[in-house]
């Protein structure tokens, strides 16, 4: 199956620094990746979707100006977190559906976990 | 709005048998997945269901009823591995993935 890398796979850092996050499509092309947030004992929550050339789309309530994403190529979306405070200390997860397929299904990275001091 | 509703929590024991259900309203339907998510892991895919009907693989197998509004996880065999969370997922109308909270599900021995 398709193969989705993230990193790093986990990050620890002072609180207004910022932090970049890869994701990559190790053996497919994706023209569209999303980001996701996870709290814990919570379900994912969608932050964004990533698309290659173009500006991402951030849902409702997801601050653009803090969560950067640029998606340059067709195998690498990134994310940066700017200004990090505590409260963005989570598990985030990117994951990108192999085109092609009879449905859309999304290979995901294993994940960052970012710790905010 | 779009809602999907599953238990929070289930227990049961190795080598039995455990079904997850989960109901949805969403805007427009392109098919079902169940995800397992270890603790600290990414989810990885189960199955995917677009008809009506069970799904089989192995130990693991998936029912939809679309006019319900309704699926189910079924688990055979119950192993110690299988203590996890299990997430339903739908696609809707704009290909979009909407996310259940997931269950956890505890296995003792």
């Known amino acids: 199956g398709a193969v989705v890398s993230q990193h790093p796979s986990w990050v620890i850092c002072k609180s207004g620094t910022s932090v970049k996050i890869e994701c990559r499509s190790l053996?497919?092309?994706?023209?569209?990746m999303f980001w996701y947030r996870q709290f814990p004992k919570q379900s994912l929550m969608l932050m964004a979707t990533s698309n290659e050339g173009s500006k991402a789309t951030y849902e409702q309530g997801v601050e653009k100006d803090k969560f950067l994403i640029n998606h340059a190529s067709l195998t690498l979306s990134t994310l940066t977190v700017t200004s990090a405070h505590p409260e963005d200390s989570s598990f985030y997860i990117c994951s990108a559906p192999e085109a092609g397929l009879t449905y859309n299904e999304q290979f995901f990275g294993p994940g960052t976990r970012l710790t905010v001091l | 709005g779009q809602n999907i509703d599953q238990p929070t929590e289930m227990t049961a024991t190795e080598g039995a048998i455990v079904q997850i259900n989960c109901t949805y309203q969403t805007s427009g339907f392109n098919g079902l997945f169940w995800y397992q998510q270890h603790a600290g892991e990414a989810p990885t895919f189960l199955s995917y269901n677009v008809l009506d009907g069970l799904e089989e693989k192995g130990r693991f197998s998936s029912f939809l009823s679309r006019s319900k509004g309704y699926s189910y996880l079924l688990l055979k065999e119950l192993q110690m591995k299988d203590s996890a969370s299990y997430l339903c997922?739908?696609?809707?109308?704009?290909?979009?993935?909407?996310w259940g909270a997931g269950t956890k599900l505890i296995i003792k021995p």
């Open positions: 997922a739908v696609l809707d109308s704009n290909y979009q993935l909407i």
């Open positions: 053996d497919f092309q994706a023209t569209t």
